[in-house]
């Protein structure tokens, strides 16, 4: 029993680990911007169609445009990512990569030309979309139980901001981050099936 709770006491510190300085790289990077503004890292994010803007996949996550911007990203990926750690770490590392890949590639082809994309709003579709994409692909009664609450908590608000609809809101980002978390979802799937 106590060898149980140590392993749960490892994995609740790992995971906890993991996003304090995954979540935490984007506050430095934040805090970085505000007081080197002379920097201009936020010309690093995803500019569409341009060979430069194709740098923006792996950083624009990392860029926000001022505290509301960061604080509003901050706790979607706290909650949805920590779901995403379940049950192994490497789900999370999936469903970021393809997120990423997915927002940063949607809006590098779809993007308005001479913007600038920037912010982790794209991971945080993705990670829904990965948790859904797990509830439908796996169907275990876990993963469709969160897929569930996801739905449940964010599916209106998401479905709303994939639209192009507000003015300086990347949809393509945050279209792209679903597509891409879905993809995840999927490849997730079909690894798991060929271990059996």
């Known amino acids: 029993m106590k060898n149980k709770f140590q392993e749960l006491g490892v994995n609740l510190k790992t995971r906890v680990s993991l996003l304090a300085s995954f979540v935490g790289s984007m506050w430095i990077v934040f ?58 770490v490497s789900n999370f590392w999936n469903a970021t990569i393809g997120s990423m890949l997915g927002a940063g590639i949607c809006t590098w082809l779809l993007g308005a030309p001479y913007t600038i994309h920037i912010g982790a709003s794209g991971l945080v579709f993705g990670y829904a979309a990965y948790l859904v994409g797990r509830g439908l692909y796996i169907r275990d009664m876990l993963s469709v139980a969160v897929a569930l609450v996801v739905v449940a ?15 300086g809101i990347s949809w393509q980002s945050h279209v792209g981050g679903a597509i891409g978390g879905i993809l995840a979802a999927r490849a997730g799937r079909v690894s798991r099936a060929s271990l059996r």
């Open 153 to 167: 908590a964010y599916g209106m608000t998401m479905f709303i901001d994939a639209l192009p609809l507000t003015p």
């Open 31 to 88: 805090f970085l911007s505000v007081l080197f503004p002379w920097l201009h890292l936020d010309s690093h994010g995803v500019e569409p169609r341009t060979i430069s803007g194709l740098q923006g996949i792996l950083f624009a996550p990392w860029l926000h445009a001022n505290f509301r911007h960061i604080l509003a990203n901050t706790s979607g990926l706290l909650v949805l990512g920590w779901l995403c750690t379940w049950p192994k």
